[in-house]
C-alpha cells in the first residue's frame, strides 16, 4: 500500500501547495528569518557547552560545602504506607 511514501512527485505537489499558501514574496523572508534563528540557536548552545565545560574544569568553589540532604520523617498514613513529612526545624508543612 505504501511502498514508495516519499516519491519526487509528492515533493512537487508539495512544494506548489507551499508557495500558492505564502507566496513567492513571503517565503524568501520566512527562509531568511529561519536561518536567523538557527544561527542564534547554534551560537547558544555552543556558549553554553563552553560555559559547563568551563564549570566542569574549575570544580566545585573553594570553601563549599557539600549540599546536605533535606531531613524528613516517615509518617504512616490510612493505608500504611509511610509519607515524607517535614521536621519541625525546617518550617510549617504546607
Known amino acids: 500500500m505504501l511502498r514508495n511514501g516519499l516519491e ?11 508557495i500558492v499558501l505564502f507566496g513567492s514574496k513571503k517565503l ?3 527562509a531568511r528569518g529561519l536561518g ?7 551560537s547558544e548552545a555552543e556558549a553554553m557547552k563552553k560555559e559547563g ?3 566542569h574544569a574549575a570544580g566545585p ?6 549540599a546536605e540532604p533535606a531531613r524528613h520523617i516517615g509518617r504512616p498514613v490510612p493505608d500504611g504506607t509511610p509519607q515524607a513529612r517535614p521536621h519541625a526545624e525546617d518550617g510549617p508543612a504546607r
Open 36 to 42: 536567523k534563528s538557527m544561527r542564534i540557536l547554534k
Open 28 to 30: 524568501p523572508d520566512a
Open 61 to 66: 568553589a573553594e570553601g563549599a560545602a557539600p
Open 53 to 55: 565545560a568551563e564549570r
Open 8 to 18: 519526487p512527485w509528492h515533493l512537487l505537489i508539495l512544494a506548489i501547495v507551499i
